[in-house]
């Protein structure tokens, strides 16, 4: 049975940030399709041709096995990937909202805006196929995490931490692993990308 919550500021502002990021507007020209933002950058990578094939077999192994580190080995998943991954579920593991607030909020609402900027930016100006979808997805996350989800998850950081001195040391130290632990990602990925390329021969 549901039972009310005292704090109905945190809820309102939990189930503001998954109502868009489980069901948000699948397309701008469409009012009633909705999708998740997973779903969306999926969709987008299908749309210029990039393999997803990786990913629909992690999810395979997942719904298959219901366990992270099975998925993560049957799936053969990046060692990159698997440390984020691994961090992201330690933390909900703690079990402690503060925590997990603080890994979502420094680790990735607080980051996204300024990381897709520029990449909007490049692909709007060079792309050389129909990456309109990839377009969306950025300038959506652009939008929400920018001028609402980005807010709403600080404003959720201090509700949580409130006058206790030891949270804002404990979601301090989160903060820093979730930011080093995105930075390690994306090095990760950046690496895979330039040693994949293979050098042009005339």
């Known amino acids: 049975p549901w039972l009310p919550n005292r704090n109905t500021q945190i809820v309102r502002l939990i ?13 701008p020209d469409v009012d009633n399709e909705y999708a998740s933002h997973f779903e969306m950058y999926l969709d987008a990578m299908e749309q210029i041709n990039a393999s997803t094939k ?8 997942l719904q298959e096995s219901n366990s992270l580190e ?7 998943v990046s060692d990159v990937a698997a440390e ?3 961090f992201t579920f ?5 079990g402690k909202p503060h925590l997990i607030a603080s890994a979502f909020t420094f680790g990735r609402e607080d980051l996204i805006p300024d990381m897709f900027i520029g990449m909007v930016k490049h692909l709007s100006s060079s792309a050389k196929v129909d990456c309109s979808k990839l377009i969306y997805y950025l300038e959506r996350h652009i939008e929400l995490d920018g ?8 404003q959720l950081v201090q509700e949580l931490c409130g006058d206790d001195e030891i949270k804002w040391q404990e979601a301090t130290e989160t903060a820093k692993q979730a930011m080093q632990t995105r930075i390690n990602l994306w090095n990760g990925i950046n690496k895979m990308i330039t040693t994949s390329k ?3 021969t005339s």
């Open 15 to 27: 189930n503001e940030i998954v109502l868009e990021e489980e069901s948000d507007l699948a397309r």
């Open 54 to 61: 990786g990913i629909h077999a992690f999810l395979d192994q």
């Open 70 to 76: 099975n998925a993560i080995s049957n799936a053969h």
């Open 84 to 86: 984020f991954m691994r």
């Open 90 to 94: 330690s933390v909900i593991e703690t």
């Open 147 to 154: 001028d609402e989800h980005g807010p709403l998850s600080l």
């Open 198 to 200: 293979k050098p042009c």
